[in-house]
């Protein structure tokens, strides 16, 4: 069962891929459980994970610190609900979804 849900994840962040629209995708379990799928070679690290977690509780820490992906810091400029929204060299949108 476990397997068929992470695939389907994995399928999921390709069919986002393929639509052009973004061009990196990762999800992740937000109680800590590690990556369910993402884009090939798009690895955040697990204190990355946790930290992006915590925004969502604390966003005006987030705004004042910031927040990395695979290692490249990034200007948190807005968390908004279940949206962060960011910029570095490129602009991202963080979503969490509660299943």
């Known amino acids: 069962m476990i397997s068929y849900v992470l695939d389907s994840w ?3 962040v390709n ?5 052009g629209k973004i061009t990196h995708s990762a999800i ?3 109680d800590g459980s590690g990556t369910w799928a ?3 070679g798009y690895d955040i690290y697990s204190r990355e994970q946790t930290a992006i977690i915590a925004a969502f509780n604390d966003p005006a820490a987030a ?3 910031g927040l990395a992906l695979c290692g490249n ?6 968390v908004d609900g279940g949206m962060i929204y960011g910029r570095g060299a ?7 979804h509660w299943l």
């Open 15 to 19: 069919n986002m891929l393929s639509s």
């Open 63 to 65: 705004r004042a610190h």
């Open 28 to 30: 992740f379990g937000l």
């Open 38 to 40: 993402s884009s090939w």
């Open 90 to 96: 490129i602009s991202y949108i963080i979503r969490h």
């Open 73 to 78: 810091r990034f200007m948190v400029y807005s």
């Open 10 to 12: 994995q399928a999921y």
